[in-house]
């Protein structure tokens, strides 16, 4: 069975989306570690109520993005991790990061990239008056934000929304599309192909 670390920052919502899936058998692989920047991040106490083992790194103790970084590939790499799935984490990773990841790392973006990338993608849809916005899980490359795209999901922007608002509605789709996306590439479904990536067909079952 395929092996992941998920790396927070924050909340987790995403990563509890995907614990969930595990348990209830949609996805088929580990989630091996659980790894922050953040040692008050909610993902790691999400994590621990499920055995997940959990590894914190605060940034701020090294001198250099690359010395976090040189650090943290020797934490995952140390749980034999297949991929690094980013579920609200907030660092810009390096090509030291990505390059040792090449075609390894996936994110979860509330935007439909490649409108709106960095932080603040619901306020920025907001600020800008876009009628649709919505959420993109993509690999990463060394841009930010620039990777291929694997799935993406719409949401419609309200009269009435708010940052609040418009991202909780949004969240409901991250928490739909991140498992499927992960599910897809489990099943080793998904081909790149420089900026595209096609999903293959699934194994056909028997009637
Ligand atoms: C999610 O909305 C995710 O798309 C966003 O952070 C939130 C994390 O929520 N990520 C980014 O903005 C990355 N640029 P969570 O901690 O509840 O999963």
């Not at 920052?9 to 348990?23: F, K, M, P, Y």
């Not at 929304?161 to 498992?179: A, F």
Request: hydrophobic share 35%; glycine share 10%; charged share 25%.
């Amino acid at each position: 069975m395929k092996k992941i670390a998920v790396l927070v920052s924050g909340g987790g919502s995403n990563l509890q989306s995907i614990i969930d899936s595990v348990e209830s058998g949609y996805l088929r692989l580990k989630i091996a570690v659980v790894a922050s920047n953040k040692e008050e991040a909610y993902g790691l106490t999400r994590a621990r109520n499920h055995g997940i083992p959990t590894e914190i790194l605060r940034h701020g103790d090294y001198p250099t993005r690359e010395e976090f970084e040189t650090k943290l590939i020797e934490t995952l790499d140390g749980y034999g991790v297949d991929l690094v799935a980013l579920a609200g984490f907030m660092r810009v990773l390096t090509p030291l990061f990505v390059n040792h990841y090449h075609q390894r790392i996936m994110n979860i973006h509330p935007a439909i990239l490649p409108s709106f990338p960095g932080t603040h993608g619901q306020k920025q849809a907001l600020d800008y008056g876009v009628r649709f916005s919505g959420c993109t899980t993509h690999f990463v490359d060394e841009g930010t934000d620039t990777g291929p795209i694997i799935l993406q999901a719409i949401v419609p922007v309200l009269p009435d929304d708010t940052e609040e608002s418009l991202g909780s509605r949004i969240l409901k789709e991250e928490h739909r599309i991140y498992p499927e996306s992960l599910k897809l590439w489990s099943e080793g479904r998904l081909l790149i192909d420089g900026r595209k990536v096609t999903i293959l067909p699934g194994a056909r079952t028997k009637d």
